[in-house]
């Protein structure tokens, strides 16, 4: 029996409390031995606080997680506990896929004004 992220976009990760101030890169999702991981789109929910001042964050792989999204700006997230986004690839765009081993994650660039954490789901699938 195939699991049901090899046959179907699904969320792969949850990720709470994730420091959207700080500049600093939060792993996300660690791809599993012997799988190749296609992100097809990242959820930021429940801020703690106004996201205002939150306008640079790259998502992806590697040090700076900059190989998926980058320059992502979620400071129009304001109302805390309810404001969510979703975050797709753009359009015909070549992305690279995620190796086992490899840790998807987020990378605060210019943070929040204030302090704030965020959840976060990562959605996809395994192949």
């Not at 599993?32 to 991981?37: D, H, L, N, S, V």
């Amino acid at each position: 029996m195939v699991a049901l992220n090899e046959t179907a976009i699904t969320r792969l990760s949850t990720t709470t409390g994730v420091d959207m101030k700080t500049a600093a890169k939060t792993t996300l999702y660690t791809v599993p031995t012997g799988k190749t991981c296609y992100v097809t789109h990242v959820v930021v929910r429940e801020p703690s606080a106004s996201m205002a001042g939150g306008t640079d964050y790259d998502i992806g792989q590697g040090a700076n997680a900059d190989t998926w999204r980058q320059t992502v700006d979620l400071s129009s997230m304001t109302t805390a506990s309810t404001d969510y986004m979703v975050i797709a690839g753009a359009d015909v765009t070549k992305y690279t896929d995620s190796a086992a081993g490899d840790a998807f994650g987020i990378k605060v660039i210019t943070g929040t004004t204030a302090a704030c954490t965020a959840v976060i789901d990562v959605f996809g699938f395994l192949a």
